[in-house]
């Protein structure tokens, strides 16, 4: 198995980079630390956003995976903007479903844009299984030498 030494002598996973880079866009506060500690711990990039201006500019940045939690005010705004980056066309997008209850406005809103929503506890497993998925596709490709 492909490894890198971590703390306490235990072999972690190398994760390529192009298959470790996500974009959060996020403006809450106490569901981002639990999230920052699970991506620090897994070793996994990312570009934190906390304005629709600041998602503008990363969108042109190309990820693998993109992590939506905020307002209901703010996500149509959000969504059209990722989904209207040509560099984010195509990635997978989770929103944070906790807060989409409180707008009965966005109810059909993620289907259009091709997000799913998660709560706290799926968005950790569901970065786990694709970061998981990631390492296995690595590993099985044969080395071009």
């Known amino acids: ?15 390529p980079p192009a298959l470790r880079c996500l974009l959060i866009v996020w403006r ?4 981002l630390q639990k999230l920052r500690a699970t ?14 201006l600041a998602v ?6 190309g990820y693998d995976l993109a992590i ?4 209901p005010r703010f996500l149509t705004g959000i969504l059209t903007t990722m989904r ?3 560099a984010c066309t195509k990635i997978p997008v989770w929103v944070e479903s906790s807060r989409l209850y409180e707008d009965s406005n966005l ?5 259009q844009f091709r997000a799913m929503p ?7 497993k569901l970065i786990h299984l694709r970061l998981a998925s990631a390492v296995a596709l690595h590993q099985s490709r044969p080395l071009n030498l």
């Open 39 to 52: 991506l620090d711990q897994l070793g996994v990039e990312a570009i934190y956003c906390t304005s629709p």
């Open 28 to 31: 809450c506060s106490e569901h």
């Open 1 to 15: 198995m492909i490894g890198q030494e971590a703390t306490g002598g235990a072999t972690a996973p190398v994760i």
């Open 84 to 86: 209207g980056s040509n």
């Open 118 to 124: 998660c709560n706290i506890y799926e968005l950790t």
């Open 56 to 61: 503008c500019g990363a969108c042109e940045q």
């Open 68 to 71: 939506v939690d905020v307002e």
């Open 107 to 111: 109810t059909g809103l993620l289907p």
